[in-house]
């Protein structure tokens, strides 16, 4: 079930699926949505990216669960800042808590403590 307003976006028809959440909070500071297809794969590059307009509060947090309700990011979504985009990755040097991964699951975000009204984009890279 939604939550907030949320638009997803998937790239599925690529050898590299993209999936983007674009997000808006409630008033209690949550958003939330599922994804049409399922995914399976290495996730080896993921973007936290704050509203620059509707700026989430500092320290918001955003897990990604499958369809047995793990967080697929394994913490990697908690304390988000709100000034600049969070990447992680791969190549990008950033600390992952690997191997993160999606076997056959719809993917579901799941923002909260971000603010009353605040937005922001979640993207995954899957292969």
Known sequence: MATGTVTIT????????????DWTS?????????????????????IFDPSTGS???ASYDVAVNDSDGYDVLNGLGTDCTNSAADVFGVSTGGVVKAPLSA?????????TNAGDTKAGSVILYIR
Do not use: M, W
């Not at 409630?26 to 599922?34: F, Q, R, V």
């Not at 399922?38 to 993921?46: A, D, K, L, Q």
């Not at 076997?103 to 923002?111: D, F, I, R």
């Open 10 to 21: 998937e790239q599925v028809h690529t050898s590299v699926k993209k999936v983007k959440f």
């Open 103 to 111: 076997v056959s699951s719809k993917l579901t975000l799941a923002v």
């Open 55 to 57: 700026q989430p509060s």
């Open 26 to 46: 409630t008033t209690g500071g949550a958003a939330g949505d599922t994804t049409t297809n399922s995914y399976s794969g290495e996730i080896y590059r993921v």
